[in-house]
């Protein structure tokens, strides 16, 4: 019961820090002037993937690669599943008004580069150099694309629209304010982490569980938890292209940028078992958004439920 317990509190503190450190990165950046644009490519993206990077980095010292790799795999999965299924339940996501088309396909790419890699049997430095080569063209593309539509629409309307999305952006914060946001975020994430990954491992022991099966299920939907929280306002709200953007884009930093920068800590070892069922799993998943993101259709209350139930029998098939 107290390794639950610490797992439970370790994921709040994880999640609470992986908030703040985007806060006070976010408004610093501003207060220096920095581009908003820069700031949203960059700053946001890493900073809302840092839970999940400070728990494939404690894993990897902890001597528990089958959770950091879990993680990610996990985290792709219940992205569109869960995330993108519970939502649905409460509000049809009118995904056919986005043009997400071109990410989507990014999304792809990064997904079969990164099963490619796993078949070499471990992610070193060599393969994470290849990941993050790709990351690097993938916020090129954003970049360049972000800059065309600044300059068709004027500066002053860019820079609204930037700021507009988002949520933690505030020019006028005050240093200090900054930095008690910055000082939390960077003592809570690997205290957090170092909480989440320790005690998830006893679980796994103790209940005769795998680790990686733990960073499959438990860990993964708990770093996705700001994902779903942002989806389930997105949709609430109608604006089913927050919805959608949020959990491609984060499935393709997980895949690239996560593991990526993991590999400098040490290698991972890819279990046979994600090579038999769960890559495959998450790009079978990653395909079921084809009716969404392609042929427009709208995710109602029935594919919100077709899609939550998908991730209850995956899992159920993992832990039986």
């Not at 393709?252 to 940028?257: D, I, Q, T, Y």
Request: aromatic share 8%.
């Amino acid at each position: 019961m107290t390794a639950w317990l610490f797992s439970g509190l370790g994921l709040v503190i994880l999640l609470l820090a992986g908030d703040a450190l985007v806060r006070g990165a976010v408004n610093l950046s501003l207060r220096l002037g920095v581009p908003a644009l820069i700031v949203s490519l960059t700053i946001v993206a890493f900073g809302t993937s840092a839970p999940e990077l400070l728990i494939a980095i404690s894993a990897l010292r902890e001597n528990a690669p089958g959770i950091a790799l879990g993680n990610v795999v996990g985290s792709n999965t219940a992205n569109i599943l869960l995330v993108l299924g519970i939502p649905a339940l409460l509000a049809t996501l009118h995904t056919s008004e986005c043009d997400t088309r071109k990410n989507y396909v990014f999304m792809l790419l990064a997904t079969v580069l990164f099963i490619g890699l796993a078949f070499c049997g471990v992610f070193n430095l060599v393969s994470g150099a290849i990941l993050l080569s790709a990351l690097g063209l993938v916020l090129l593309n954003a970049f360049r694309e972000a800059r065309a539509h600044r300059k068709a629409c004027g500066e002053a309307c860019a820079d609204d629209d930037e700021l507009d999305g988002l949520e933690e952006a505030d020019p006028d914060m005050p240093y200090w304010k900054v930095s008690i946001y910055l000082i939390l975020g960077l003592i809570g994430l690997p205290m957090g982490a170092h909480l989440l990954v320790e005690n998830a491992t006893m679980i796994a022991r103790t209940y005769g569980v795998s680790e990686t099966v733990i960073g499959l299920t438990l860990i993964a939907v708990g770093t996705s938890l700001p994902e779903l929280a942002t989806t389930v306002m997105a949709a609430l709200r109608r604006q089913a292209d927050v919805a959608l953007g949020n959990v491609i884009g984060s499935n393709m930093f997980n895949l690239l940028a996560i593991v990526g920068i993991a590999t400098w800590f040490g290698r991972i070892p890819v279990d046979p078992e994600f090579l038999r069922f769960d890559l495959w799993v998450m790009l079978g998943a990653s395909l079921l958004l084809i009716p969404f993101v392609v042929f427009k259709q709208d995710i109602t209350r029935t594919w919100g439920l077709v899609l939550t139930f998908l991730y209850a029998v995956y899992v159920t098939t993992l832990l039986v």
